[in-house]
């Protein structure tokens, strides 16, 4: 059946094709909520991709964006990146999955490893959530011990334990101590999971120090994205970074640091700009290059744990299309041009963005604030500081305005994710990072003023 043409104008005056209104409609009939994840929600419904060209996505009514949400930040070279084609081209004329290594596997292995040390050996699966929990089961696998931490707020994937206390709120984030409590997330979640689960605050280093010294002799991990998008997009502190460090070398708790998306900050990912030496690390996103992916690496002695060449490994790792040749082809391909002239170009070009936006916002007088880190970014609704989850938690208004903002912006021509995140990729030069920031700055001015004339 052929779908519609022409254009629709939903709540916030934002143009959403009527093709794409045809293909959702017929979506939500054999599929729940009509698109697959919530993520790429908005409402009335997201536009549809047609396709994408570098730093540009077009969609099914051949409108073009200028792409900040790249997938959620796996797209670190944009759309149909050349050297990924042709990799993917050719690893796919000689066979797409086979029952056997192939080298391919090693390639990308090697290439994780001359990054860092810490990478020294790596086993591949198919996405973040895969990688966070067979690194949580590597680490349950080493020590023996079941229970795990995490901090407040952050997405580390689907796995039961790791998604505790992801979505908490000011009705129920505190325990009857006032430390975080640990907050069901689905419904369903065993009591048993929760139990199992220690939430710590990203931006307390002091009582992260009191919880860990009460509890790390019963975890079997902690687990940290030390730029989490979710508390934030902010970095986290060098004090909480060597609490958690500290507390790991101290109680013998294996340190995962998940640094599917800030892997990206620098060359040797993100750990060493914290001052942190995990046991294992988790990669996702970018070393796909667009397809899909996920990794953990570590130390061989930690590694071990998943080594099967000996017989019955401690930890079982792998699944039918773990280490697929076009994965593998294209993460190769990805990270041979994200060579360190790269990541700094992008990192300061993140620079430029967020300092335009915080001067604009200044200069404009509204109450809204930039975080971010290396090439991503995040915009705030208030005046306050944003220092992690309960400080970027936004109030009733301020999400209201978050959603508005995020259509204005698709008005303009620029795709953001739901939270007003994005992230930059290699094809984008300052003609398009500033011209993201004014617009940003534009429509937040507009947004709030039309918000605040609302409400006086
Ligand atoms: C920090 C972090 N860990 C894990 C995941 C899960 O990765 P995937 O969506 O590939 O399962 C994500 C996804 O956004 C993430 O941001």
Redesign the pocket.
């Known amino acids: 059946m052929k779908l519609g043409s022409g254009q629709s104008t939903d709540e916030a005056g934002s143009v959403i094709g009527k093709r794409s209104e045809a293909a959702y409609m017929r979506e939500r009939k054999v599929v729940p909520g009509g698109s697959m994840r919530a993520?790429s929600w908005l409402q009335p419904h997201p536009p549809y991709a047609a396709r994408g060209e570098g730093c540009w996505v077009i969609d099914i009514d051949e409108r073009r964006l200028l792409d900040c949400a790249n997938n959620?930040?796996?797209l670190i070279h944009g759309h149909a990146f050349r050297p990924v084609l042709d990799a993917v081209r050719d690893a796919m004329t000689t066979g797409t999955a086979f029952g056997m290594p192939t080298e391919s596997e090693i390639l990308l292995a090697e290439a994780l490893a001359a990054r860092s040390p810490r990478m020294e050996q790596t086993r591949f699966c198919?996405?973040?959530?895969?990688?966070?929990l067979a690194a949580i089961k590597g680490a349950r696998g080493l020590t023996g011990r079941y229970r795990i931490a995490k901090f407040e707020g952050?997405?580390?994937?689907?796995y039961d334990w790791?998604e505790v206390s992801l979505d908490p709120t000011p009705s129920n984030w505190d325990d009857e101590n006032g430390n975080p409590a640990s907050v069901r997330c689905n419904a369903g979640t065993p009591e048993s999971v929760l139990q199992e689960v220690v939430v710590l605050p990203y931006d307390d280093p002091q009582r992260c120090a009191d919880i860990l010294r009460r509890e790390g002799a019963t975890l079997a991990a902690v687990i940290v994205?030390p730029n989490?998008?979710?508390a934030g997009t902010v970095p986290m502190s060098k004090e909480t970074a060597a609490v958690i460090q500290d507390a790991c070398r101290r109680d013998g708790i294996i340190l995962i640091a998940?640094?599917?998306?800030?892997f990206r900050l620098s060359y040797e990912g993100a750990s060493p700009l914290f001052g942190l030496e995990p046991d294992l690390i988790?990669t996702?996103?970018i070393i796909g290059g667009g397809l899909?992916?996920?990794a953990v690496s570590g130390r061989a002695e930690y590694m071990a744990v998943f080594d099967h060449s000996a017989g019955k490994p401690k930890v079982s790792m792998g699944g039918t299309f773990s280490a697929n040749p076009l994965s593998m082809a294209a993460g190769l391909a990805s990270l041979e041009h994200y060579s360190r002239p790269v990541v700094e170009r992008l990192n300061k070009l993140g620079d430029a963005l967020r300092d335009r936006i915080s001067n604009g916002l200044a200069d404009a007088g509204v109450a809204a604030t930039v975080t971010g880190m290396g090439s991503l970014f995040r915009l705030h609704i208030g005046a306050g500081k944003v220092t992690g989850y309960r400080s970027a938690f936004p109030t009733a208004e301020a999400a209201k305005l978050i959603r508005r903002i995020q259509l204005a912006m698709l008005n303009e021509n620029v795709l953001l994710t739901p939270n007003c995140s994005g992230s930059l990729s290699s094809p984008m030069t300052e003609v398009e990072v500033f011209s993201i920031a004014d617009k940003l700055v534009h429509v937040v001015e507009k947004e709030l003023g039309a918000y605040q004339g609302s409400s006086n």
């Open positions: 993520a959620f930040f796996s198919n996405s973040g959530t895969e990688a966070v952050c997405y580390h994937g689907a790791v994205d989490a998008s979710r998940d640094e599917v998306i800030s988790t996702a996103k899909p992916i996920g």
